[in-house]
């Protein structure tokens, strides 16, 4: 791309003596036109620097764009206004006022969803995601930012009938595809059970409730609200300690994005905003 000014418009542009030799200030001229153009360039591009200097890129300047798969609550789920909220996504939203970014969210199905911002579709994953090896095989995590075990949730009529894991032999058990209660499933229900796979939760529940699944097998802090939430219709039979943390994932390349969500996470547990968060959410 050439951008060519007249002489008399550079020296309205740069002054008159930018600089004194005709021929240096053609050079010059040219120099500084491509600096101009190459800064507008990247700006579109979306580039961002944390307090420390370090750039790091975003899908849109000026936005720091959220994949999550939602509705999953209490962690994102849009308000009756519209507005995301969540733990994840209110937790979120103060990271990118603290990297000067606004937050802009797009849902897509959990399996395979920390793939997406290698894929350019989203900066950054927040949807409640366990850090797995397999996973950060092909995603970068942040250090975790929630403890998060694994639970057993049946009807609250049959809370006698399945009151753990071995009772549900014989029994249909759904599970999230690709989720890590899918895994432990997998590995512990009885030999002779069924797992039934859903690709959202919120099918899941509807599933449940209707007698076509016997219990659910998921994350403790998703089933722990809906039993809340809806008491006298669905009960925790049992809870499963994994050790797991939930981590927010970007693309292994943008390592300098990451070390600034670290950086806000950091300062958060610090000074106190990380508890104003989780208390909203979870109780003090």
């Known amino acids: 791309m050439t951008l060519d000014l007249p002489a008399d418009e550079m020296d309205r542009l740069y002054g008159p003596d930018f600089p ?12 500084m036109v491509a600096f101009t153009v190459l800064a507008l360039v990247l700006a579109a591009c979306g580039g961002n620097e944390t307090d420390s200097g370090a750039a790091f890129d975003t899908v849109a300047a000026g936005t720091l764009t959220i994949c999550t798969d939602a509705p999953y609550p209490p962690f994102e789920f849009q308000a009756d206004n519209g507005t995301w909220t969540g733990f994840d996504l209110d937790l979120m939203s103060k990271i990118a006022d603290d990297l000067g970014l606004k937050m802009a969210v797009t849902v897509q199905p959990f399996d395979g969803i920390w793939l997406a911002p290698a894929a350019g579709t989203c900066d950054l994953v927040a949807s409640a995601m366990t850090i797995t090896p397999e996973r950060s095989a092909n995603a970068l995590f942040s ?11 049946v009807r609250d009529a049959d809370i006698a009938k399945y009151p753990d894991l071995p009772s549900l032999a014989g029994a249909t058990i759904g599970v999230q595809t690709g989720t890590t209660g899918e895994a432990y499933a997998e590995e512990n229900a009885p030999a002779d059970s069924t797992l039934k796979s859903f690709d959202e939760p919120a099918a899941m529940f509807l599933a449940l409730e209707s007698g076509d699944i016997d219990a659910i097998l998921q994350d403790f802090p998703v089933n722990a609200e809906r ?8 009960e925790l039979s049992q809870s499963f300690p994994t050790g797991e943390q939930y981590g927010f994932a970007t693309s292994p390349s943008n390592t300098a994005l990451m070390d600034a969500i670290n950086a806000a996470l950091a300062k958060f547990r610090s000074d106190g905003t990380y508890k104003q968060v989780f208390d909203s959410y979870f109780g003090g």
């Open 20 to 31: 004194a030799l005709r021929g240096e200030k053609q050079m010059k001229r040219g120099s």
């Open 143 to 153: 250090d975790g930012y929630f403890d998060a075990d694994q639970s057993l949730m």
């Open 227 to 234: 039993a809340t939430a809806e008491p006298g219709k669905f």
